[in-house]
């Protein structure tokens, strides 16, 4: 983004939940917006707009330009669809037209940072983590139905004005959004809480309120495998603090995961779990509950 330019322009990658969410909030803020999706579900917005239902944000439609590819440059790039698609959509992405932008992943895991810098070599990719649950219920409509609303971004090397600006807007549509300059950290602590209730919520096919209740050991012991290999990499986490805030989560509540095994779809077993069983076996750390949830998945995944 040039010196002195205020108002940087978003491209969202994969308007799903997230995506489509965060894309038609900053419409709604006045932001400059494109969306970049498959063409079926670009040419779905192009004709009748982004449709978000959210229990904090009310119910609107916000109409972006959408496109099968980007054909403009784009200041900050939030990159939004799942993991077992990452590769398919980042195809839409030309490099060239995101060099020196500031990309923002929105997926889950620890390693989808470094393929992002490997696969947009001239960007500066962040670290991020979002707290939101919403869901794509159809194309272009998405239904946000939990109080979370938060943003952390981690980007030492990014220009400041950038992420500053970044943060701003971002800010404007009602999350909130804090800056960090500790990637790790900001990767991991979201690992800590995510991993356990999303592998154990799947397994057990029940959303955290039961999950809770029938499934607490698994629950408590991922959570100290986590921080045990965090601990190896030098990032020292707060289990109990984590298991009080997964006590706190509203029992209905399901991850994405468990949304996705319901529906038939594709499960991230690979990019959560396999992750840190990857991570562990580089730093010499057994996690046998997160193995066995792990092996379960990938067979049923599988099916």
Avoid: Q, Y
């Avoid at 707009?49 to 944000?57: I, N, P």
């Avoid at 939101?132 to 004005?161: M, W």
């Avoid at 499960?267 to 580089?282: K, P």
């Amino acid at each position: 983004m040039p010196v002195g330019k205020l108002s940087p322009h978003f491209t969202v990658l994969g308007p799903g939940g997230v995506g489509g969410l965060l894309a038609g909030l900053l419409v709604r803020a006045g932001e400059r917006v494109t969306v970049v999706a498959s063409e079926a579900t670009a040419e779905h917005i192009t004709a009748n707009g982004l449709r978000v239902e959210s229990a904090v944000f009310g119910d609107f439609t916000a109409a972006p330009p959408a496109a099968a590819r980007l054909a403009e440059p784009a200041d900050v790039l939030l990159v939004a669809p799942k993991a077992t698609a990452l590769d398919a959509a980042l195809d839409r992405i030309p490099a060239d037209l995101v060099r020196g932008a500031l990309v923002v992943p929105l997926l889950n895991g620890l390693e989808h940072v470094g393929h992002l810098r490997r696969r947009l070599p001239g960007a500066h990719v962040a670290a991020a983590a979002i707290r939101v649950e919403s869901t794509r219920t159809a194309p272009g409509r998405i239904s946000h139905t939990s109080p979370f609303t938060a943003l952390e971004l981690a980007a030492p090397g990014a220009p400041g004005g950038l992420v500053a600006a970044a943060a701003e807007r971002l800010r404007g549509t009602g999350f909130t959004v804090t800056v960090s300059d500790d990637e790790a950290r900001t990767l991991w602590e979201k690992f800590h809480f995510l991993l356990p209730t999303a592998l154990v919520c799947t397994h057990a096919g029940s959303p955290i309120g039961a999950t809770r209740a029938d499934r607490r050991a698994d629950l408590a012991a991922v959570v100290a495998e986590v921080a045990e290999v965090a601990a190896r990499h030098g990032v020292a986490l707060d289990s109990p603090g984590v298991l009080r805030v997964i006590d706190a989560i509203p029992p209905a509540t399901k991850p994405s995961m468990l949304r996705d095994r319901e529906a038939g779809r594709p499960m991230e077993v690979e990019a959560l779990g396999g992750a840190l069983l990857r991570a562990a076996a580089g730093v010499g750390v057994e996690t046998p509950v997160t193995a066995r949830l792990v092996a379960d998945l990938e067979r049923i995944d599988a099916r």
